[in-house]
């Protein structure tokens, strides 16, 4: 019997053409999602690689690096747009520009704001009800259309590379709180603001330094000040007090030495490129410098006129109170000629412009009319305007007057208000001086090693 053929089983399809497109379609957007998430991450961790390579060696990385968040009363406090130093601290210091500066805060962009240890001169508020336009804000930040504007903005080294522009908030007080909203204005350089004072800790913070500060903002619509309890009062604008100034660290500013406190501060590697806040040695005398211009260093006697080793007290004048060395009762006078000729460092004074314009209610409260009315001398005094560079010295006359007619004079003082006196009241003397730049033989300009002429 012949043998049945056996039948060729039929091969099942393994795919359907549908369903092999359909995978071939799938593992193609598997991939390309694969491709994309890791090309993502590949470029976000380099651009954090990036980020952190830019911030090596940076101020704001060893701030970060020295300071671990805390929730104690005093410390360093994470917040929703980065970090702020709250309450007692002793390791927030910056050196900079000649001036020690506190770290206020640790922006999220790791910039970094900072306010002056002390207040850098005294001035009564303006002409202006408002922050914009007070003499607050002209001295302290360049306005382009303004002359003599940005004296403290000027003082700086290289302020146009260094600082970012600070955000502030002329905000009212109300329960101890202040309303920003839709407030925030910005500028190289501002003052001291309610906003800060209160998150740092208010009067129990480092920003308590026992001396009179204006505050930017208000309080019921009036102007407020620190008194030298560190609480908030109300001030009018004739008023003059200390100006502590608050700039913006651009983040890739470099560190270079220092562990934050007063003894051993953060230094930068910008360092002080201008000469503000430098020494210089005149014979046995001991100067700071406090204002420079590409030839001349105007410098300030880093302590009190003496006579004989003791510290000399004197009226401005007898009867006026203007700044005149014509007079022989004026203290101009003294200045320019008994004091000038006993000078065995007399033939390096230049000629220097003391500003004698009057700053009054009547005349008007802007620091600006100072430079209506000058003296050309060779020693002279400092003005109401002028950088204070030493926040120890007190009790001296300014060359201002607060009236051509009367016999009161300006008078500095240290814990922060600017006093106004009888012109006959024997009160210190700070000589101001100005001296060629070309002129120094030796020196870099510190404390331990100053500048010389010979």
Partial sequence: MAKKREKKKKQKKILSKAEFIFNIA??????????????????????????????????????????????????????????????????NYVKYAGRMFRILKVNENH????????????????????????????WLTKKENIENSGIFYTS??????????????????????????????????????????????????????GQYTWLL????????????????????????YGVRAVITLEKRIKYVSGDGTKENPYQIEEGNKSSVGNYMVLGEDTYQVYQENEKMLYL???????????????AYDQYTTQFNPRTRTNVAYYLNNTHFYKLPYQNFLQDLSVFTGEISQEEGLSYLNQYKASEVVKIGLLS???????????????????????????????????????????????????????????????????????
Avoid: W
């Fill in 384 to 454: 109401v305007a002028d950088l204070k560079i030493n926040p120890k010295l007190t009790d001296y006359y300014l060359s201002n007057t607060t009236s051509s007619v009367g016999d009161s004079g300006y008078i500095y003082d240290a814990s922060g208000i600017l006093k106004e006196g009888d012109v006959a009241e024997e009160k210190h003397v700070v000589p101001v001086i100005a001296i060629l730049k070309e002129s120094i033989k030796s020196g870099d300009g510190s404390e331990a090693n100053p500048y010389r002429v010979e």
């Fill in 217 to 240: 903002g208000k309080e019921e619509d009036a102007l407020v000040y620190l008194d030298e309890q560190g609480r908030i009062n109300q001030a009018s604008m004739e008023e003059g």
């Fill in 26 to 91: 799938s593992l193609v957007i598997v991939i390309g999602i694969g491709i994309y998430f890791g090309a993502r991450s590949i470029y976000y961790y380099s651009k954090l690689n990036t980020q952190s390579k830019k911030e090596a060696g940076t101020l704001v990385e060893k701030v970060l690096e020295n300071n671990d968040v805390t929730s104690e009363t005093n410390g360093f406090h994470q917040v929703e747009d980065g970090y702020l130093f709250v309450g007692s601290i002793e390791n």
């Fill in 300 to 314: 300030s006697l880093n302590g009190y006129l003496t006579l004989n080793g003791q510290e000399l007290k004197m």
């Fill in 156 to 209: 700086l080294s290289d302020a146009y590379q260094n600082l970012v522009e600070t955000s502030y908030c002329e905000g009212n007080l109300t329960k101890e709180k202040v309303n920003c909203e839709g407030k925030k204005k910005k500028d190289y350089v501002t003052a001291l603001s309610i906003e800060d004072y209160l998150n740092a800790g208010s009067k129990e913070s480092f920003l308590n330094n």
């Fill in 111 to 138: 910039t970094m704001k900072l306010v002056t240890e002390d207040n850098q001169t005294i001035l009564p508020f303006g002409n202006e009800e408002q922050y914009e336009g007070s003499n607050l804000q002209l």
